[in-house]
């Protein structure tokens, strides 16, 4: 009898105790802390994008506290065709090559090639005879004057040299856009080198104007390493952190792995556009826009800095530099709410200003076929959003961003 009581005592014990386990767990997995019920909020928007015909297949992944807590693909690859886009597409990554080409050069800067303050003209001297225009809307036909001070290199880190990328609306930006994308090079010198025969948007230090000054840190990258960017990125930072399908050619026998570009029709259908991003034969070592890549692929690279500059045993960049370079180094001159730029990146400077989930000291920035990924060292978090749709659409970094915070529940 006695035996019997002590079974029951211990019965209705381990239920209390179950019960309330059950009690104290969010409902769904839990994976880094991070809610799957809550995540496939963020499942079932993509995928109604993709109903929608708005994009034709995403993939996206999220890494949270050292564990990935989200990772699914979407869709099409190409809306022509049958194959179902897969988790180790390749992309063109278009301005995400940005941030990639950052690292490299600050990996330059510690080994003592330059300063941050130094004038460009100390190591392309063509810099000191630059003019500014006095009124873009004249286009390269109109007056200009010269530089009141000479622009730095960190300038070029932070887009506010004066540079334009030729995405604007003034006639400098077109002309800039049709001599800069509209003629053919061989090499990022002779591309940087018409670059420089462009008159300036304003004087340096005094505006964030987005610009093609990677292609600059690119042309400085093969001066300082004594070797061509792509072998830099190669050797440096692609091989040992075993980024394998990432470079500015996609080897054969992954071409069949290359995501479709897209875009609607006037009768806003999603189609594949008639040109497509050239994935051999590509001979510009591009700062600005040139590299492919896959979401895994670029997962590691982001890892590496959420780990303060090291991954597999390896340090690429020392902690202070990852500080320095998420940092905002451009005041108030970047005009998004509650932002500011940093070396390489956009940096969340107020989390109230931008109206959005995130945390400060959130780094991010995103490319024209709408791929996107943000760092978030706070919550010790990654998330990426690759896609191949035309024309850029900012809002599905913000969505991306809201859905993925809204699943965080520890």
Same mark, same amino acid.
């Given at each position: 009898?006695?035996?019997?009581?002590?079974?029951?005592?211990?019965q209705?014990a381990?239920l209390?105790?179950?019960?309330?386990?059950?009690?104290?767990?969010?409902?769904?997995?839990?994976?880094g802390?991070?809610?799957?019920?809550?995540?496939?909020?963020?499942?079932?928007?993509?995928?109604?994008?993709?109903?929608?015909q708005?994009?034709?297949?995403?993939?996206?992944?999220?890494?949270?506290?050292?564990?990935?807590?989200?990772?699914?693909?979407?869709?099409?690859s190409?809306?022509?065709?049958?194959?179902?886009?897969?988790?180790?597409?390749?992309?063109?990554?278009?301005?995400?090559?940005?941030?990639?080409?950052?690292?490299?050069?600050?990996?330059?800067?510690?080994e003592?090639?330059?300063?941050?303050?130094?004038?460009?003209?100390?190591y392309?001297?063509?810099?000191?005879?630059?003019?500014?225009?006095?009124?873009?809307?004249?286009?390269?036909?109109?007056?200009?004057?010269?530089?009141?001070?000479?622009?730095?290199?960190?300038?070029?880190?932070?887009?506010?040299?004066?540079?334009?990328?030729?995405?604007?609306?003034?006639k400098?930006?077109?002309?800039?856009?049709?001599?800069?994308?509209?003629? %053919?090079? @061989?090499?990022?010198? #002779? /591309?940087?080198?018409?670059? !420089?025969? +462009?008159?300036?948007? *304003?004087?340096?230090?005094?505006?964030?104007?987005?610009?093609?000054?990677?292609?600059?840190?690119?042309?400085?990258?093969?001066?300082?390493?004594?070797?061509? %960017?792509? @072998?830099?990125?190669? #050797? /440096?930072l692609?091989?040992? !952190?075993? +980024?394998?399908s990432? *470079?500015?050619?996609?080897?054969?026998?992954?071409?069949?792995?290359?995501?479709?570009?897209?875009?609607?029709?006037?009768?806003?259908?999603?189609i594949?556009?008639?040109?497509?991003?050239?994935t051999?034969?590509?001979?510009?070592?591009?700062?600005?826009?040139?590299?492919?890549?896959?979401?895994?692929d670029?997962?590691t690279?982001?890892?590496?800095?959420?780990n303060?500059?090291?991954?597999?045993?390896?340090?690429?960049?020392?902690?202070?530099?990852?500080?320095?370079?998420?940092?905002?180094?451009v005041?108030?001159?970047?005009t998004?709410?509650?932002?500011?730029?940093?070396?390489?990146?956009?940096?969340?400077?107020?989390?109230?200003?931008?109206?959005?989930?995130?945390?400060?000291?959130?780094?991010?920035?995103?490319?024209?076929?709408?791929?996107?990924?943000?760092?978030?060292?706070?919550?010790?978090m990654?998330?990426?959003?690759?896609?191949?749709?035309?024309?850029?659409?900012?809002?599905?970094?913000?969505?991306?961003?809201?859905?993925?915070?809204?699943?965080i529940?520890?």
């Amino acid at each position: 009898m006695k035996m019997t009581r002590l079974l029951t005592f211990l019965q209705i014990a381990s239920l209390l105790l179950f019960a309330q386990y059950l009690y104290a767990q969010p409902a769904g997995k839990i994976v880094g802390g991070m809610s799957a019920e809550r995540l496939a909020h963020y499942e079932n928007f993509i995928n109604s994008e993709i109903e929608n015909q708005n994009i034709a297949g995403a993939v996206s992944l999220v890494w949270r506290k050292g564990e990935v807590a989200h990772s699914k693909s979407f869709g099409k690859s190409s809306v022509d065709g049958t194959d179902k886009m897969e988790k180790d597409q390749l992309f063109f990554i278009q301005s995400m090559t940005k941030p990639i080409i950052t690292v490299a050069f600050m990996m330059l800067y510690e080994e003592g090639h330059f300063q941050l303050s130094d004038p460009v003209s100390k190591y392309i001297p063509e810099f000191k005879d630059l003019k500014v225009s006095k009124d873009v809307n004249e286009g390269l036909k109109g007056d200009t004057e010269p530089l009141e001070e000479e622009i730095t290199i960190a300038q070029l880190l932070s887009h506010t040299a004066g540079f334009s990328h030729g995405l604007g609306s003034s006639k400098l930006d077109q002309d800039l856009r049709a001599a800069m994308y509209g003629a %053919t090079f @061989k090499t990022i010198e #002779e /591309r940087t080198d018409k670059l !420089l025969e +462009m008159p300036l948007i *304003g004087q340096p230090g005094k505006q964030w104007y987005y610009s093609a000054a990677p292609d600059v840190l690119s042309v400085l990258i093969h001066k300082f390493s004594e070797m061509p %960017t792509r @072998k830099f990125l190669q #050797e /440096r930072l692609f091989d040992p !952190l075993k +980024m394998n399908s990432t *470079g500015y050619n996609v080897p054969e026998d992954l071409q069949d792995k290359v995501a479709a570009l897209h875009f609607k029709n006037e009768e806003g259908k999603m189609i594949v556009s008639p040109r497509q991003t050239p994935t051999s034969g590509n001979t510009i070592d591009s700062g600005v826009n040139g590299l492919f890549s896959t979401a895994e692929d670029y997962l590691t690279f982001c890892r590496m800095l959420l780990n303060k500059g090291e991954l597999y045993g390896k340090r690429y960049l020392s902690r202070k530099t990852v500080e320095l370079m998420t940092q905002n180094h451009v005041g108030d001159l970047y005009t998004d709410p509650g932002t500011g730029f940093g070396l390489g990146f956009a940096v969340t400077t107020d989390v109230a200003k931008t109206k959005e989930l995130g945390s400060l000291g959130k780094y991010y920035w995103s490319g024209a076929f709408c791929t996107f990924f943000f760092i978030d060292p706070h919550e010790e978090m990654i998330a990426i959003l690759m896609t191949q749709t035309a024309p850029y659409n900012g809002y599905y970094g913000s969505k991306m961003s809201h859905f993925v915070y809204q699943a965080i529940v520890d």
